[in-house]
């Protein structure tokens, strides 16, 4: 099992900034792949941003150019860094690690983009 925990999450205005953390514990030895998801009031969960264990990411069109997925491995510590955030990226936050066949989730952290 993989235990996920987010942090990071908050009220910040258009424009701003912030640094999600998402730490995983337990069998860390067989994800080998990290990544974030995110779900806005009243809409399906979708991509934001993954990153592979070799380090190979992909980003939702959406976010290319303002927000950065990046992965300390020693720490099993997977951030993302979001710059110039807009109102639409307001939803919940969820880290997620992927294993053969199974993929393992967060709890979610909010962030809330206001005008």
């Known amino acids: 099992q993989v235990q996920l925990v987010e942090s990071g999450g908050g009220l910040v205005q258009a424009g701003g900034s912030l640094r999600l953390s998402c730490v995983a514990s337990?069998?860390?030895?067989?994800?080998?792949?990290m990544g974030w998801y995110r779900q806005a009031p009243g809409k399906q969960r979708e991509l934001v941003a993954t990153?592979?264990?070799?380090?190979?990411?992909n980003d939702a069109a959406s976010v290319k150019g303002r927000f950065t997925i990046s992965r300390d491995n020693a720490k099993n510590t997977v951030f993302l860094q979001m710059n110039s955030l807009k109102p639409e990226d307001t939803g919940v936050y969820y880290c997620?690690?992927?294993?053969?066949?199974?993929?393992?989730w967060g709890q979610g952290t909010q962030v809330t983009v206001s005008t």
């Open positions: 337990g069998r860390t030895v067989i994800i080998i792949a």
């Open positions: 997620n690690a992927e294993r053969t066949w199974y993929i393992y």
């Open positions: 990153i592979t264990n070799g380090g190979n990411t």
